[in-house]
């Protein structure tokens, strides 16, 4: 099992940059295959990124490609989202995701295949 935690929300003009991190407790880090979604007010929870266990395979929702990357840190087990050139419609609450997905380079993005959730942060992203 694994518990995720997210930070690194915030409020940031048009633009700007943010980087969320999302530090995960256990020792199989490398096991996961991990997910950045967002849920804005009224809509449904959307896939953002998504990253495997070993790090080398990345996808991306059509609308942050470009501008957000992914990335892991095994040795602190903790994923990231580096969030540029940041729109009003970037706004959401931002919630990483776990998925027990070992020895595959596969990258899930549907919200039902993961099994763990973190609390979520906040990101306003101003005119």
């Known amino acids: 099992q694994v518990q995720l935690v997210e930070s690194g929300g915030g409020l940031v003009q048009a633009g700007g940059s943010l980087r969320l991190a999302c530090a995960a407790t256990g020792r199989t880090f490398s096991g996961y295959a991990m997910g950045w979604f967002r849920q804005a007010p009224g809509k449904d929870r959307e896939f953002v990124a998504g990253?495997?266990?070993?790090?080398?395979?990345?996808y991306y929702a059509d609308s942050v490609k470009g501008r957000f990357t992914v990335s892991r840190d095994g040795a602190k087990n903790t994923v990231y989202l580096q969030m540029n050139s940041m729109k009003p419609e970037d706004t959401a609450v931002y919630y990483c995701?776990?998925?027990?997905?070992?020895?595959?380079?596969?990258?899930?993005?549907?919200?039902?295949?993961?099994?763990?959730w973190g609390q979520g942060t906040q990101v306003t992203v101003s005119a």
């Open positions: 995701a776990a998925v027990w997905a070992p020895m595959t380079e596969v990258v899930q993005y549907a919200t039902r295949q993961y099994d763990y």
């Open positions: 990253i495997s266990g070993s790090g080398r395979s990345t």
